[in-house]
């Protein structure tokens, strides 16, 4: 294999995406890629910012820097068990995937060079977490440190190996799994596996987080005794042995360490390079053979009363006539009713994505927990809490996912004679019976679980129906704007630039509906006649504002079509 | 409107950035007529058919489909049309007999003629067996058979063809020809692109030959040979498209 040729190839590839090549290239590139970068850089900003900021508040005079060596090393094995969690299927979905897979395969090459290539394929697809995480996180030690030159100029290493070491024994075991699984469910398999591991984490900080801040004394010190506490046991993690490189440990630990980080990622490679050579073959074959699988029901319809299926007769009728008559009273299917038959076949059957959304909206619901141990709250206030969490999420659970879910069926928004209002009328439509329906399970289960009163069952409504009806919109329009119609994994159906903005969304709107509820709870000053209004009249408009963005944007075919 | 045209494209200009895709091409597409639209890779011919179809810009020209201006009334131009694009657009997870009834509803075609047309076309394309199943397990050309029958479900008067026999098997092609064949019968109009001259010699009863987005000839197959030294239109494919390939 010519090293250096793939390479440049490789290189010529990534600056074609982000810049363009040729007239035709320059002038479809969408400019997706630029602002994902941007928002990315703003996100790694942000992170260094803060954990600069609490370095610094950790490192008092007389704190040992075992202490500050810990919480670099949590924050690189975060950043570890994120590309192991989230991004590994993108990488395998590369691996095994990729449209140039059947090149390579009909090329003189051994499955090491294959997988040696698509590694590096998958290098900016599952490199996310270190980029947002590892190498703010490195950057503000090293600063705080005053780590020395040769810190520096290590730190690239370093985090090349921290990279290999999770994407190399997660390729080998998912390589090895694959060998005994349907090849064409590893996309799905992973994605569930992704989602689990998000939901057990998301629970996890919903009990734990909460109690440690409720305990007595001073926040800061409590941080410190706890990365104290586990800094023995984090010495012993990659994301330890990295941060006892920069973070000024001594000589004989640095050696251990760059020893142990070295030996860990070069086993890793080595894993995943021994597994290719046995099971990426056959792995390939398979991930291209179709798996039979049946709809749910046939869509063979009855034709009409009195016609039979002797189809020759039929067709000679057709041919002779444009329009032949129906037997029947004509019927047209509206466009809502469509658009919703049809996404909710694809919701139902992309399994991996419904079971997405419904736990995700299980860790909606549950997020306003997370206030409990710190304030006593009322019922009625703790079910509005919960149902506005899960109205808010469902925006991007649901609605973000409804233009990037249709691919490249997208392209019959344009080619349909349908006005693009109607088409954005009807996404609502769609999106929001569903996400309704998961509202409403949740509202009964709660509202009879807390013994609201009619009262109290209103209130809560005239809140979470305008904070719904806005969450969706403002998901579609994420979706729209930010879609990724050739995602892999489907927490990732938005470019990262997306998600950064619907997360920022999802914050907004919390922050709103909640600052909103709590003035209409306290009830005072000369505007309170106004506040049970407030959010029906801001849903509407801002909504409104957002149905008219993403109509315009299927109006002027804004939505990349692969 | 009855006596406008299937197709009008009157100087149809279009860009994409500084390379000049299509190049002021005028055509037109009678009732009854299939015509046939020749050219060598990179030639236009996608781009002339997305932007018929609404999925580019119309930037400088003009286009009317049956009478229907597409940059004044473009849902009724849209209407009117029927297009096989040259990669399917199709919804992995639902099935042939599921998206058909999809696209009818988007054409406003009434469920009992969509069921007529749709069952029609699947035992006509011998799509029956697949009807049930997911298009994700589909092959290729079972994948172009089912975007034929989407395009062609709603009869409309102009059906734009881009590349249309990909992966179809012999009798799939004899099928399609023969549906060609009916609607033009009809007086119904047919653009279809092709790289396949044989295929546009006996089909078509005109065809267009456009090089680096610019008309190069245009007629019945007997009109271009007559006159020339050439034998076959491959021939006088050849000689009109014989300079060097675009760059894009």
């Known amino acids: 294999m010519n090293a250096r040729g793939v390479l440049r190839g490789r290189a010529r590839a990534l600056r074609n995406a982000l810049f363009g090549r040729g007239a035709k290239r320059a002038a479809l590139r969408p400019r997706g890629p630029l602002y994902s970068l941007a928002l990315v850089a703003v996100a790694a900003w942000i992170v260094h910012s803060g954990f600069a900021a609490l370095l610094a508040a950790l490192a008092r005079p007389g704190a040992p820097p075992a202490v500050l060596r810990a919480a670099l090393a949590l924050a690189l094995d975060v950043a570890l068990a994120g590309v192991l969690l989230f991004d590994l299927e993108s990488a395998v979905s590369t691996l095994i995937l990729d449209r140039d897979l059947d090149l390579l395969r009909a090329a003189p090459l051994p499955p090491r060079s294959i997988l040696a290539i698509k590694l590096l394929d998958a290098l900016p697809r599952a490199a996310a977490p270190l980029v947002v995480v590892a190498l703010p996180a490195l950057i503000a030690a090293a600063q705080t440190l005053q780590a020395p030159a040769a810190a520096w100029l290590a730190a690239p290493v370093v985090l090349a190996l921290l990279w290999a070491i999770p994407l190399g024994a997660g390729t080998a075991l998912a390589l090895a799994w694959l060998a005994r699984v349907p090849a064409r469910r590893v996309r799905e398999s992973l994605g569930l596996v992704s989602t689990l591991a998000?939901?057990?984490l998301w629970l996890t900080n919903l009990f734990v987080l909460p109690r440690i801040a409720a305990e007595e004394g001073e926040p800061l010190e409590r941080v410190r005794a706890l990365l104290a506490a586990a800094a023995?046991?984090?010495?012993?993690?990659?994301?330890?042995?990295?941060?006892?490189?920069?973070?000024?440990?001594?000589?004989?630990?640095?050696?251990?360490?760059?020893?142990?980080?070295?030996?860990?990622?070069?086993a890793s490679v080595a894993l995943a390079a021994l597994v290719a050579s046995r099971h990426l073959t056959g792995v390939l074959a398979a991930a291209r053979t179709p798996v039979a699988?049946?709809?749910?029901?046939?869509?063979?319809?009855?034709?009409?009363?009195?016609?039979?299926?002797?189809?020759?007769?039929?067709?000679?009728?057709?041919?002779?006539?444009?329009?032949?008559?129906?037997?029947?009273?004509?019927?047209?299917?509206?466009?809502?009713?469509?658009?919703?038959?049809?996404?909710?076949?694809?919701?139902?059957?992309?399994?991996?994505?419904?079971?997405?959304?419904?736990?995700?909206?299980?860790?909606?619901?549950?997020?306003?927990?997370?206030?409990?141990?710190?304030?006593?709250?009322?019922?009625?206030?703790?079910?509005?809490?919960?149902?506005?969490?899960?109205?808010v999420g469902l925006g991007y659970e649901i609605a973000a996912r409804a233009f990037p879910l249709e691919r490249r069926g997208a392209a019959w928004m344009r080619l349909a004679p349908v006005r693009a209002r109607s088409w954005a009328a009807a996404r609502f439509a769609s999106a929001g019976a569903l996400a309704l329906a998961?509202?409403?399970?949740?509202?009964?289960?709660?509202?009879?679980?807390?013994?609201?009163?009619?009262?109290?069952?209103?209130?809560?409504?005239?809140?979470?129906?305008?904070?719904?009806?806005?969450?969706?919109?403002?998901?579609?329009?994420?979706?729209?704007?930010?879609?990724?119609?050739?995602?892999?994994?489907?927490?990732?159906?938005?470019?990262?630039?997306?998600?950064?903005?619907?997360?920022?969304?999802?914050?907004?709107?919390?922050?709103?509906?909640?600052?909103?509820?709590?003035?209409?709870?306290?009830?005072?000053?000369?505007?309170?006649?106004?506040?049970?209004?407030?959010?029906?009249?801001?849903?509407?408009?801002?909504?409104?504002?957002?149905?008219?963005?993403?109509?315009?944007?299927i109006n002027r075919g804004g939505y990349a079509i692969p | 409107m009855e006596s406008a045209p299937p197709l009008r494209i009157e100087s149809l200009t279009?860009?994409?950035?500084?390379?000049?895709?299509?190049?002021?091409?005028?055509?037109?597409?009678?009732?009854?007529e299939i015509v046939g639209f020749l050219g060598p890779n990179g030639a236009g011919k996608t781009t002339t058919l997305r932007v018929c179809a609404g999925l580019l810009a119309l930037e400088k020209g003009r286009v009317t489909i049956a009478g229907a201006d597409l940059a004044a009334t473009p849902l009724l131009a849209r209407a009117r049309l029927g297009l096989v694009p040259d990669e399917p657009f199709l919804y992995e997870r639902l099935t042939p007999a599921e998206f058909l009834e999809f696209v009818a509803a988007l054409y406003d075609v009434p469920e009992?003629?969509?069921?007529?047309?749709?069952?029609?076309?699947?035992?006509?394309?011998?799509?029956?067996?697949?009807?049930?199943?997911?298009?994700?397990?589909?092959?290729?050309?079972?994948?172009?058979?089912?975007?034929?029958?989407?395009?062609?479900?709603?009869?409309?008067?102009?059906?734009?063809?881009?590349?249309?026999?990909?992966?179809?098997d012999p009798r799939a092609v004899r099928a399609l020809k023969d549906l060609l064949r009916e609607r033009a019968a009809r007086g119904l109009g047919v653009l279809v692109s092709t790289h396949l001259l044989e295929v546009a010699e006996r089909l078509c009863d005109r065809v267009v030959i456009i090089h680096r987005g610019k008309k190069r000839a245009a007629g019945t197959p007997a009109a271009l040979l007559a006159g020339r030294a050439e034998a076959t239109l491959e021939d006088v494919f050849l000689a009109l498209t014989g300079d060097a390939e675009p760059a894009s």
Request: charged letters at 15%.
């Open chain 1, 438 to 553: 998961l509202v409403g399970v949740a509202g009964a289960s709660l509202g009879l679980a807390a013994r609201l009163g009619a009262e109290e069952w209103l209130a809560t409504l005239a809140a979470v129906i305008p904070a719904l009806a806005l969450s969706v919109t403002l998901g579609l329009w994420t979706g729209a704007a930010f879609g990724d119609p050739t995602w892999t994994n489907p927490r990732a159906v938005l470019t990262l630039g997306g998600r950064l903005v619907a997360a920022a969304l999802v914050v907004a709107q919390m922050t709103g509906w909640l600052v909103l509820t709590a003035a209409e709870e306290s009830g005072s000053g000369s505007y309170a006649w106004l506040l049970p209004w407030l959010p029906g009249l801001a849903a509407i408009g801002l909504s409104a504002v957002a149905v008219g963005a993403v109509a315009r944007r």
């Open chain 1, 293 to 391: 699988r049946p709809a749910r029901r046939r869509a063979k319809r009855p034709l009409p009363a009195g016609s039979d299926r002797t189809l020759p007769a039929r067709s000679l009728r057709s041919a002779n006539s444009a329009h032949p008559l129906p037997t029947r009273p004509a019927r047209r299917v509206p466009l809502f009713i469509a658009v919703m038959r049809r996404d909710r076949r694809l919701f139902v059957r992309d399994w991996t994505v419904l079971g997405d959304v419904l736990t995700a909206a299980l860790l909606w619901t549950c997020l306003p927990l997370l206030a409990l141990p710190l304030r006593p709250l009322r019922s009625p206030w703790l079910v509005r809490a919960m149902l506005l969490a899960l109205a």
């Open chain 2, 14 to 32: 279009h860009r994409y950035g500084d390379l000049l895709a299509v190049d002021d091409l005028s055509l037109e597409v009678g009732a009854g």
């Open chain 1, 198 to 200: 998000f939901a057990a």
């Open chain 1, 232 to 266: 023995p046991a984090l010495a012993r993690t990659p994301g330890g042995w990295a941060a006892a490189l920069l973070g000024g440990a001594p000589a004989g630990e640095i050696a251990r360490s760059a020893g142990a980080l070295a030996a860990a990622a070069a």
């Open chain 2, 112 to 168: 009992s003629l969509a069921a007529l047309r749709s069952s029609e076309l699947i035992e006509r394309f011998e799509l029956v067996a697949a009807a049930g199943e997911l298009i994700e397990t589909c092959s290729r050309g079972m994948r172009q058979k089912v975007s034929i029958a989407a395009a062609l479900l709603h009869d409309p008067p102009l059906a734009l063809l881009d590349e249309p026999l990909t992966g179809l």
